[in-house]
């Protein structure tokens, strides 16, 4: 996913109790400074505790977009050291290939999201489908994936990357072919 002006992602609505939680919890668990794989551990725990519903978008966000999956920035801490999306994936919709510059927490609010795992070398690795309710992160290395949108229905997530992802424009460090 890439941001190409600050209307890429736009902002969604105001606050909601559920999401200054969520801010406060990763908050402090993001200034431990811990490295890369514990903090997307912590992340996670956080995450599993205070995941909210679909609701966190509005209705006309929670459409998504026809040509590619909507991404809507929810908080992007001042520091720069995290950001929250809500992302929304219509049927059929995909990412390309790609590993990320930093940790990733994923948690699925509605729908499931369907992730392909490659190594290295662009073997695959694994599949899973991530469901409702479920939590997952990763850390790179070892962090090579594409999601995709395998249902009937539209698939909601909440993305926690481990930068301010309107600073560099994009989660993904490399995409493949």
Known sequence: MTITSATHYPAASADTPALTDLVVAVR???????????????????????????????????????????????????????????????????????DHITWCVVGVLAGTEHEELFDESLNPVGVRDNHSGEVSGFAPPGDIHLIRNDGTETAISLHIYGTDITRIGSSARRYYN
């Open 28 to 98: 402090q668990v993001t200034g431990m400074r811990d490295d890369w794989a514990r903090t997307a551990d912590l992340v996670a725990g956080q995450l599993r505790t205070h995941l909210p519903g679909p609701g966190l978008l509005t209705p006309e966000q929670r459409r998504g977009h026809p040509d590619r999956p909507a991404g809507h920035l929810l908080h992007a801490e001042p520091d720069g050291t995290f950001s929250i999306l809500g992302l929304v994936w219509r049927p059929g919709q995909s990412t390309r290939i790609h």
